[in-house]
Nanobody
């Protein structure tokens, strides 16, 4: 199972980016999708997730009110809209899904089975 995150780049503090997560070879429609990030020299941390129905979202406190996770099942994609970016948001952002369809996971990494290659977000001050 392959997931691909895209949309990263270099942006100034206060700017915005929209990340996309798309699978190859399967549908995302019946899976929750989460975003995680890893900054240089730091452990990977949870950012946000959305359930397969899209009815429930969950955010890390550090991004709440600035980031929005959404999904378009018709396009088989999940997005992370990142506004009011800060230098501390600089990281490689990766998307992931649980191993089971219809499952609502928690923020814990061990509940997320399939991971994609990340996309680098760099926020300059």
């Amino acid at each position: 199972v392959q997931l691909q995150a895209s949309g990263g780049g270099l942006v100034r503090a206060g700017g915005y980016l929209r990340l996309s997560c798309a699978p190859s070879g399967r549908t995302l429609r019946t899976y929750a999708v989460g975003w995680f990030r890893q900054a240089p020299g730091r452990e990977r941390e949870f950012v946000a997730f959305i359930t397969w129905t899209g009815s429930i979202t969950n955010y890390a406190d550090s991004v709440k009110g600035r980031f929005t996770i959404s999904r378009d099942n018709a396009k088989n994609a999940v997005y992370l809209q990142m506004n009011s970016l800060k230098p501390e948001d600089t990281a490689v952002y990766s998307c992931a899904t649980p191993g089971d369809r219809y499952r609502t996971p928690t923020r814990h990494e061990h509940e997320w089975t399939f991971w994609g290659q990340g996309t680098l977000v760099t926020v300059s001050s």
